[in-house]
């Protein structure tokens, strides 16, 4: 699997990539890496990447044509996914690093700084907008490198037990049940006896009923999802509505294209 990842940032990723699991897998050649300075890219003597935002608000924006060129330039296989990392995107689940692993030989990350990357390179440039949940960060290096770990454990060979992958958080629909190890009695905290029995049925039941428990505590919406997710046919009725809203509101408010687009006014102070 190969990941690029697009930031004005490459300090960020320097050690991280060296350590753990990642690390051996980059040195057994299962994973590669290339992180791609946006500054390069960047416009004129100053290699200019940001501007402010047209409309106005407070802050700056990144503009298109360094982000184009870097994702231009990081684009190299035809299985590939180019992702912008975006508190606007569609939440990043176990479910979608499973695709990502399964469908991409390359993965193009795109960290947003500031206010944000201008809306043309995720339009037009990317084939998906991910969040890592309800809550901003300072840039999408955090976010890229949650993508990076969860689809790379995932890639055969990276970590050396397959089957301690398949029981884990999300996996089954659940939260994973506790884990203690020795010893068997801390400051006076004992593990719990059924796990020291040797009994391997009663663990299991005893491990299913534990991570029901803190599914039902800590994240009902898992148990609810499971139970409620609408099937596939509405879906794709809901895909096809918003796609009938988005050709309504294109009719009434069409985007400024290519010559428009170059012979529209700048209304940006200077
Ligand atoms: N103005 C944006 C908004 O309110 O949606 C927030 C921009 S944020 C300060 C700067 C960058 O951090 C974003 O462009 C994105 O790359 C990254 N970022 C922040 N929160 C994120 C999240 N929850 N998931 C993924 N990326 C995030």
């Given amino acids: 699997m190969q990941f690029d990842v697009i930031t004005l940032f490459p300090a960020f990723f320097e050690t991280a990539l060296q350590v753990g699991l990642i690390g051996k897998a980059v040195e057994a050649g299962l994973l590669r890496f290339r992180v791609h300075d946006l500054r390069q890219f960047g416009i004129g003597p100053h290699r200019q990447v940001d501007d402010v935002a047209y409309g106005g608000g407070a802050g700056m924006v990144l503009r298109p044509e360094p982000l184009v060129a870097a994702i231009e330039q990081a684009r190299t296989e035809a299985r590939s996914r180019v992702v912008v990392l975006s508190p606007q995107g569609r939440l990043w689940t176990q479910a979608l690093a499973r695709q990502y692993a399964r469908e991409c030989d390359q993965i193009v990350l795109v960290c947003g700084r ?29 976010a890229a490198w949650v993508v990076i770990e969860s689809v790379a454990r995932l890639v055969p060979g990276v970590v050396g037990n397959p089957e301690s ?7 089954t629909g659940l939260l994973d049940y506790p884990q203690y190890t020795r010893p068997a009695v801390f400051r006076g905290y004992a593990v ?8 391997h049925e009663s663990i299991e039941r005893w491990r299913r009923l534990q991570a029901l428990r803190k599914t039902l505590r800590n994240r009902p919406d898992l148990i609810l999802a499971a139970r409620w997710a609408p099937p596939p046919v509405w879906w794709a009725w809901m895909a096809e509505w918003v796609g009938w809203v988005e050709r309504a509101l294109e009719k009434m408010y069409p985007s400024p294209r290519s010559q428009e687009a170059e012979d529209a006014p700048d209304h940006r102070p200077d």
């Fill in 165 to 171: 992958l398949a029981l884990e958080s999300f996996e």
């Fill in 192 to 199: 719990p006896a059924v796990l020291r029995s040797g009994h």
């Fill in 114 to 142: 500031y206010e944000g990357i201008d809306e043309r390179v995720t339009t037009y440039w990317a084939d998906d907008e991910v969040s890592i949940g309800d809550y901003v960060l300072m840039g999408g290096e955090v």
